[in-house]
């Protein structure tokens, strides 16, 4: 049956690749102007569609910087205003959306955060009211070509990298594998089952096809804290939970938390689900007891719907972005970059 499907779409696959070639074409030529942020910038994103870990690694790339004043730009994927908005605390994830407020809450001290599907403007808007940014980080940017990043991070999933993937609709690909090479480095993610820090062979040998080399391949982890109620207080080792979110891999989430605590219970949603009180209702209703479980990401939306009593309840499981190795090697090579950046820019305004 799967191959019958792949079959049937195969012509649709064959037009969106020639569509997404010709753009790509013309922006490779220069027939469709670019533009270069004059602050450094780091743009992260994927050739597949959705969950490969962008916002954990955004975050991560906020913590390599402490001492850079850092702005990041995202379109704001989900949210339902438009144009260009500086995320603040009265923000809601219908007029910015939950990634980035996500983002916004766990670094609003140290951090400018904003939305704008013309990231152009958004550059611009941000640069006059903050001239003082140094680095502007970019979620989601890989195919949105009208800018380019000084430095360009491509995500792909450990158990399904984009060399094995296909383009959309037979598989998630947005667009060919060959767009690997636009990257100044590729990072497998959730690559939890890696069994050692070694490079596997297999895609060293793949990725070579693209554009890149063992120098520019890291391999990347999740790590998970255990959940927390909005007090503070943990659960009990093996307790019995119930589980809700609207994720990427609600599969993954499930797994996670099935390695210390056992689900009895699940309500899951689709990607940027917008909750409402009747999904909160029905994950109370049955055994209304159980400690609920979400996702970080999903809590910045769930925790205006809930009552103090009920967020007492309600447990949010965090998750980060860890290299598995090479990490010195590619902060070297991005640290290397941004200097490089720097002493040109500099040597332009001196001239």
């Known amino acids: 049956m799967k191959s019958f499907l792949k079959t049937l779409l195969f012509p649709f696959a064959i037009l969106y690749d020639a569509v997404t070639k010709i753009r790509n074409f013309l922006f490779d030529k220069g027939i469709f102007k670019v533009y270069e942020p004059p602050v450094f910038s780091i743009g992260v994103g994927n ?20 001492d850079k ?18 995320v603040n605390k009265d923000a809601t994830t219908e007029n910015v959306g939950d990634e980035i407020l996500m983002l916004y809450q766990r670094h609003e001290s140290t951090v400018k955060f904003f939305v704008s599907e013309n990231r152009k403007l958004g550059i611009e808007n941000i640069l006059l009211k903050y001239p003082e940014t140094d ?6 940017i890989y195919q949105h070509r009208k800018v380019k990043p000084a430095f360009l991070v491509l995500l792909s999933t ?6 094995k993937d296909y383009l959309l609709p037979m598989g998630r690909l947005r667009e060919a594998r060959n767009g690997a090479k636009r990257a100044d480095a590729v990072i497998i993610t959730k690559a939890q089952s890696l069994q050692s820090a070694k490079v596997p062979s297999h895609f060293i040998a793949e ?3 693209y554009g890149q080399t063992e120098e520019t391949l890291f391999f990347n982890k999740q790590v998970f804290s255990p959940p927390l109620n909005n007090f503070g207080e943990g659960l009990r080792n093996g307790e019995n939970v119930k589980l809700i979110s609207g994720i990427a891999n609600n599969a993954s989430f499930e797994k996670e938390v099935n390695r210390n605590w056992k689900s009895l219970e699940t309500h899951f949603y689709p990607d940027h689900h917008a909750y409402t009180r009747k999904d909160l209702d029905e994950a109370f209703r ?11 990401k999903d809590y910045v939306k769930l925790k205006y719907l809930l009552s103090e009593n009920e967020k007492k309840q ?6 980060d972005s860890a290299f598995i190795s090479k990490e010195a ?7 290397t970059v941004f200097k490089s950046f720097e002493e040109q820019k500099g040597s332009l305004n001196n001239g």
Do not use: C, H, W
């Open 135 to 140: 680095l502007i980080l970019f979620d989601d």
């Open 329 to 335: 090697e590619f902060l070297r090579n991005l640290k």
């Open 158 to 163: 450990f158990d399904k990298p984009f060399f």
């Open 207 to 209: 990725i070579s096809k």
């Open 69 to 86: 004043k850092i702005a990041v730009l995202s379109r704001g994927y989900g949210r339902k205003s438009k144009g260009y908005i500086e």
């Open 314 to 319: 309600v447990y949010v499981l965090k998750l």
């Open 47 to 66: 050739l597949s569609v959705g969950g490969t870990g962008k916002t954990p690694f955004i975050s991560y790339l906020i913590k390599t910087f402490p």
């Open 286 to 296: 049955q055994m209304p007891k159980l400690p609920l479980v979400t996702t970080e």
